[in-house]
């Protein structure tokens, strides 16, 4: 009969269940009850954009003058504005506008940001100087400011406001990619990749950027929020998206000239809808960085 | 016996600038400096020095981890400085080297059997499903369950970690292994495993191993021949038995009479040195040993010793010999 080997600790190890790194990520983030708060939000907004089409009560931009100006009521649960419109239908198809807004621009920027970053970062000298200084000439202008400045001239619409938010959100990427990357090409692993005669561009992407994942994602998830308000603020200023498309901002816009009459529907629920959905990403964001980081989940 | 690395003049100097915008270099760290050895085929040569004596630079120089400042390094006949990366990639296969801290080599996101594969699907000695068996027999050999195959680095303990690193260093079969302190981060009973390990493989598949450590025990227990270094330069190159039995160099003699004896009434003429290692900045006029010397000379704070052959297979770089 075989004695079972105590010594040897392998053995003993394996008779557990085993728990992956994203095991324990997952694990570390549902520890934390804010995070699952923000995930919650997040994912309610994503639901409303994605199912305003179906779920909306009405059409959006279906105006009945007959009713206009209306304050919460059965037939309009959110009120209507000054063209009778529903304005939850508008809320929710602004959603859809708002979330593509805010999350394409920063995939787009998380692209360019890695890649100007991580190049940066891990080839260092005078393309590090280069690239970086650029990056800081970006810096140096507020980003709203800048946004308004490219807006004006390349004139409104979606199309512009993702590119306008993805350029101003490229040097936030590419810093926090360049210190991760600095930090990581010192390891060990990075010179191993060497002496078994891995080419620079596979060192870069596959074994540095591969552990600068989480600082990237919590970076680009607070982005996220960042470039929604962005886009409210640039809709607000009627730089942004045009009428009659709703989006959280042009429907604040539309509401600012009503509120000393006391019509406070119109600015109130927009406003709610882009506060619980910043509150969201950002307990998101914050979740995920701490579950990301090995330090503050135990093993 | 045939020599498979041969390192002549090897030197590395690390320029310290001052200045953000326009830097100029203030100083030179003298790293290595002027470095000559002989690496013989099949055999495991020891390179000592303390901290700051540059035995990680050189091994990393042989390697093409850095750039050297000047010299050459031939492998079998090679001189293999001067080509350009691309041209040396192939030639990587031939020497692999083992790190020191098996806790920041090895990729955390990657498997370790990914990490093992890796160098056998770069360098196309395999592909599909014959690296996964050759993974599997790699890590066989280097005595891990090849059942962890697709676990995490941080699932394993720092002496199976070591092992994986082994492995990958084994894996492209490679003719030299330079291995940094790969027992120093370990524990003693942990480091007694590893280096019969790094044994038994030199005598199943005729490896060569360059081994830096600061250990003298180590070193003793694994090295034939045993290279000295002090302050970038090498001081004494011997056979183990010559150098543990009669030291010739001051440097060498102080740091043998450092090695504790496992006997409470064992009397030793322990020779303390005095003062720090000085800067590799600033390095003294003469021998670079003179000032904490004490066998010191006059000759020592002018001339520089040359290395000399002074016994059969025994060289020393010191006036008094």
Known sequence: MATPDLADPLVAEDSQPRRSQFRLFVDAFIANRLAVVGLVLVLIAVFAGVTADWIAPQDPNAQNLSRRLEPPSADYLLGTDQYGRDLLSRILHGTQVSLAVGFFSIVIASGFGVLFGGIAGYLGGIIDDIVMRIMDVFLAFPALILAIGILAVLGPSVGNVITVIAVVSIPQIARVTRSAVLTQKEEEYVQAARVIGLPVHVRLFKHVLLNCLAPITVQATLLVAWAILTETALSFLGLGVRPPTPTWGTILFEGKDYILLNIWWMSLFPGIAIMLTMLGLNFLGDGLRDALDPKVRTD | ?321
Do not use: W
């Open chain 2, 1 to 321: 016996m045939e020599t498979l690395l041969s390192v002549r003049g090897l030197t590395k100097f690390f320029p310290v600038r001052r200045g953000v915008l326009l830097s100029r270099v203030v100083a030179q760290v003298r790293a290595v400096d002027d470095v000559s050895f002989d690496l013989h085929k099949g055999e495991i040569l020891g390179l000592v020095g303390e901290s700051g004596s540059g035995k990680t630079t050189t091994g990393r120089l042989i390697v093409r981890l850095l750039e050297a400042t000047a010299g050459e390094v031939s492998f079998e006949g090679q001189s293999i400085l001067d080509m350009t990366e691309t041209a040396f990639r192939p030639l990587r296969r031939d020497m692999q080297f083992i790190f020191q801290d098996p806790y920041s080599s090895l990729n955390p996101r990657l498997t370790v059997g990914h990490t093992i594969a890796e160098p056998l699907r770069r360098h196309g000695v395999a592909s599909g499903i014959p690296v996964r068996h050759r993974v599997q027999e790699l890590m066989d050999i280097v005595g891990l369950p090849p059942r962890f195959s697709n676990r995490y680095p941080h699932e394993f303990s720092g002496g199976q970690r070591q092992r994986i690193g082994v492995a990958r260093a084994l894996a492209l079969n490679p003719k030299l292994i330079v291995a940094d302190e790969p027992v120093s981060a370990l524990d003693v009973s942990i480091q007694a495993q590893v280096l019969n390990l790094l044994h038994r493989l030199r005598r199943d598949f005729g490896l060569s191993y360059l081994f830096i450590a600061h250990d003298l025990n180590v070193v003793q227990h694994l090295c034939e021949r045993i290279a000295v270094m002090y302050l970038g330069k090498l001081v004494e190159v011997a056979d183990r038995d010559a150098l543990y039995a009669e030291p010739l160099h001051p440097y060498t003699q102080a740091l043998i009479s450092a090695i504790p004896v496992p006997s409470p009434r064992a009397r030793r003429n322990r020779i303390i040195l005095k003062g720090e290692i000085p800067s590799p900045m600033n390095p003294p006029e003469g021998c670079y040993f003179h000032p904490r010397c004490q066998a010191r000379m006059n000759i020592c704070m002018r001339e520089r010793p040359r290395m000399r052959e002074v016994k059969s297979g025994h060289h020393v770089a010191c006036h008094l010999h």
